[in-house]
């Protein structure tokens, strides 16, 4: 069993920056790929960002390179996501997932992974 705990979230005016964080605790927590998702009202939830368990390999939705960073530290058993450039679009809840998959695969779709934070609430103002 893993939990999953964000923070980081907040109100932001478009250009901005803000740096996530979701905290893993349980069994061999740094053992999963983790990655970010999000959903805006009225939307499906979408993919972000994923990091191997390793944090070697990474992987970003093709709308979001460039201004979306994931990365780990596996000693804090903690993930971030810095996002630069806000856009008023990007407001949604942000959810952290952890996935039990090979060291070096860094999953893409929501089916994959196997636990998931409460999310955190980032809005972005215009």
Request: charged fraction near 15%.
């Amino acid at each position: 069993q893993v939990q999953l705990v964000e923070s980081g979230g907040g109100l932001v005016q478009a250009g901005g920056s803000l740096r996530l964080s979701c905290a893993a605790s349980g069994r061999t927590a740094s053992n999963y790929a983790m990655g970010w998702f999000r959903q805006a009202p009225g939307k499906e939830r979408e993919f972000v960002a994923a990091v191997s368990w390793s944090g070697g390999r990474t992987y970003y939705a093709d709308s979001l390179k460039g201004r979306f960073t994931i990365s780990r530290d596996n000693a804090k058993n903690t993930v971030y996501l810095q996002m630069n450039s806000l856009k008023p679009e990007d407001t949604a809840v942000y959810y952290c997932a952890a996935a039990a998959v090979q060291r070096w695969y860094a999953p893409a779709t929501a089916a994959e992974y196997d636990y998931w934070g409460q999310g955190t609430q980032v809005t972005v103002s215009s």
